[in-house]
């Protein structure tokens, strides 16, 4: 396993289509969080799951946004109608529930909502 | 809410100087704090964690240091290269593993 896996890693899309990203994280993880970062800030936390179970939600995840991870592995993020203030570098990231609790992330998925 | 401040935003120095990048949080009461570097458009490469109980952690030349007290931690880089030119984001964990983000430093290490 070489680490947290996201796809795809660009997306351009046209205002109010919905957009998925996918991450497969580190296979023994089993927390996996979201994050989502705009040029010149830091991530921002959006939602984490504890094997299947969406544990926490930021307020920032508006109605349009939804997070499911089926069988505690991989996890999708759909963003409903997008708008162009969606467009963020969106992070997965895993870690083991138990021990030091350190984050792995993955390369990202860049989204341009023109 | 936790608060995560990283000041200068941006540094400059020439290669082989030492340096110290330093954040500060508001809320002492962390599990943990991580140190990752950020290269432009790519996802966050993870440095060094340090546990609440712990005081400062070292990987080759990178050492970094944790005191809760005064809601202070520093990245020390020794021997400045320009390939550790990027931005280096600290972050204050929860137990659960959430954390909170400053909004980084970006280094850059002239040759």
């Known amino acids: 396993d070489t680490g947290v896996s996201q796809d795809p890693r660009h997306k351009i899309t046209k205002r109010g289509q919905n957009v998925t990203f996918r991450c497969d994280p580190i296979?023994?993880?089993?927390?996996l969080y979201w994050y989502r970062q705009t040029l010149g800030q830091g991530p921002e936390f959006l939602t984490y799951?504890?094997?299947?179970?969406?544990?926490?939600k930021s307020r920032l995840l508006s109605d349009r946004f939804s997070a499911e991870r089926p069988k505690g592995s991989f996890s999708t993020l759909e963003i409903q109608r997008t708008e162009q203030g969606d467009s963020a570098m969106y992070l997965c990231?895993?870690?083991?529930?138990?021990?030091?609790?350190?984050?792995?992330f993955g390369e990202g998925s860049r989204l341009t909502v023109l | 809410k936790q608060e995560v401040t990283q000041i200068p935003a941006a540094l400059s120095v020439p290669e082989g100087e030492n340096l110290v990048l330093n954040c500060s949080f508001t809320?002492?009461?962390?599990?943990?704090l991580q140190w990752f570097r950020q290269d432009p458009g790519k996802g966050l490469t993870s440095l060094l964690l340090?546990?609440?109980?712990?005081r400062e952690q070292t990987s080759g030349r990178l050492n970094a240091s944790l005191d809760k007290s005064s809601g202070r931690s520093t990245l020390y880089i020794a021997a400045s290269q320009p390939g550790d030119s990027a931005t280096y984001l600290c972050?204050?964990?929860?137990?659960?593993?959430?954390?909170?983000f400053g909004k980084g430093i970006t280094l850059s290490v002239r040759p």
């Open positions: 340090i546990q609440s109980s712990q």
């Open positions: 809320d002492s009461a962390i599990y943990n």
């Open positions: 972050a204050a964990g929860r137990a659960n593993s959430k954390l909170t």
């Open positions: 990231a895993s870690s083991l529930a138990l021990g030091a609790g350190e984050l792995f």
């Open positions: 799951f504890q094997n299947e179970a969406q544990l926490e």
């Open positions: 296979s023994e993880h089993n927390r």
